[in-house]
Each structure stands twice: as structure tokens, then as C-alpha cells.
């Protein structure tokens, strides 16, 4: 039972540099979605993908890319980090919208120097 | 502009006794909410959710409630257990331009329940 699985869980990365963060959910899942968490911030929206096919802009998009590659899967990208983009990302699926439970992986961590 | 507020990003209580983490919002289309709790180094977990047309929902040993004229939803944990110790987020959802797929989450609370 994977549930939502994201992956690297650790990354450190150079200012600048590119990197992709994957996930996917085997629970047959419409809607998928991107946050970080920041200390004292909660848990922000970066982009969300309610059907497969479509994408849309969250809290905090500035900075990132999203795919959504078929149903199962929705991706992450960072074109050049930036040190404000270290935090902890979490990918999350529900079935079709938030009036369902949302699931969230396990987090990614990621360190921008 | 913080739509949904836990201003209490802290609270310890006793093993046994009964915890009550607070949650307000401000935006008047939320008619969904949720808390999550999340342990460290792991992904939040969906723990209970009320929607707005009750002011009550029980589950164990834990209940929300949601008083709509106040904007305001507490949980409450009874009784804590060591176990409880964790990061609690409320949530909230709404209709937002024709859809309700976003989910908006407060700050948190750490919840440190001492044996």
C-alpha cells in the first residue's frame, strides 16, 4: 500500500541549478497536488492539478514548473533554485477535489546553498 | 493575508487530560475543514473533517467543532495520550472561482501531550 510516494526524500542543491522532484499515487486519484512547508508557515500551495491534463497556479508558484505526466503521476521542477526555495515539499492526491481526504507523500527535502 | 489562523503555535498538556487546539478563518466561502496531524520527517495524515452544516463531529477520541457564526473550529483530544504529540494542522476549503479543490492550511500547532 504505497499510497503517494515522492521521490528524492534529500537533495542538496547549488544555487542556480535544475532539479525535478517526482511523485505518484496508485490510488487512482483525480486530483494532485504540490505544497512546502516552511518553519511558522504551514503547509503552502504551490500548484495543483485537478484532472489529468490540466494544472493550475496555487499560494506560492513563483519559481517552480509543473507536469502532470498521466493520472498517476505529477511532477515538480525547479528550472534555478534559489536559496528561498529550500524547504520541505510534499505531494498529495485526493480523489476528486478537497471534499475528499487528501493524501500527502512523505516529503522531500530540499537544501538550495 | 492569513485566511485560516492558529495562534497558538504550542500547547502541552498532561497524559489523561483533554487538549483543545484552535483554528479561526476569516474567508466566509470555507465550508469544509480538516486537521491533519503530522509527526516529524513524515507526511500529515488526515485525522477528522466537518463540514459546515454541522457543529459537531466525533471520532474516538477525538471531536471537532465549528461554530460558523464565529468563524471559528476547535479539536479536542480526550483523553491525550503520549502518542498525540505531534504538529496539528487545520484546514479549510470553498468554492474558489467555481471550484473547491484547494485546500488552505493554518501554521500549526505542536501539541506535546507529558506523560
Given at each position: ?11 542538496v ?9 517526482q ?17 511558522g508557515?504551514g ?9 489529468e ?11 517552480y ?5 498521466n493520472?498517476r ?7 534555478s ?9 510534499f ?14 507523500g512523505?516529503?522531500?527535502w530540499?537544501?538550495?546553498? | 493575508d ?33 486537521w ?15 463540514s459546515?452544516?454541522k ?12 461554530n ?19 504538529v ?15 485546500l488552505?492550511?493554518?501554521?500549526g ?7
Amino acid at each position: 500500500n504505497a499510497g503517494v510516494t515522492q521521490t528524492p526524500k534529500f537533495q542538496v542543491l547549488k544555487t542556480g541549478q535544475s532539479m525535478t522532484l517526482q511523485c505518484a499515487q496508485d490510488m487512482n486519484h483525480n486530483s494532485m497536488y504540490w505544497y512546502r512547508q516552511d518553519p511558522g508557515m504551514g503547509l503552502r500551495l504551490i500548484y495543483y492539478s485537478a484532472s489529468e491534463g490540466t494544472t493550475d497556479k496555487g499560494e506560492v508558484p513563483n519559481g517552480y514548473n509543473v507536469s502532470r505526466l498521466n493520472k498517476r503521476e505529477f511532477s515538480l521542477r525547479l528550472e534555478s533554485a534559489a536559496p528561498s526555495q529550500t524547504s520541505v515539499y510534499f505531494c498529495a492526491s485526493s480523489a476528486t477535489g478537497s471534499r475528499n481526504t487528501i493524501y500527502f507523500g512523505e516529503g522531500s527535502w530540499l537544501t538550495v546553498v | 493575508d492569513q485566511q485560516v489562523k492558529q495562534n497558538s503555535p504550542s500547547l502541552s498538556v498532561q497524559e489523561g487530560r483533554i487538549s483543545i487546539l484552535n483554528c479561526d478563518y476569516t474567508n466566509s466561502m470555507f465550508d469544509y475543514f480538516l486537521w491533519y496531524k503530522k509527526y516529524p520527517a513524515e507526511g500529515p495524515t488526515f485525522l477528522i473533517s466537518i463540514s459546515s452544516i454541522k457543529d459537531k463531529n466525533e471520532d474516538g477520541r477525538f471531536t471537532v467543532f465549528l461554530n460558523k457564526s464565529a468563524k471559528h473550529l476547535s479539536l479536542h483530544i480526550v483523553p491525550s495520550q503520549p502518542g498525540d504529540s505531534a504538529v496539528y494542522f487545520c484546514a479549510a476549503s470553498g468554492k474558489s472561482g467555481g471550484s473547491n479543490y484547494k485546500l488552505t492550511f493554518g501554521k500549526g500547532t505542536l501539541l506535546t501531550v507529558n506523560p
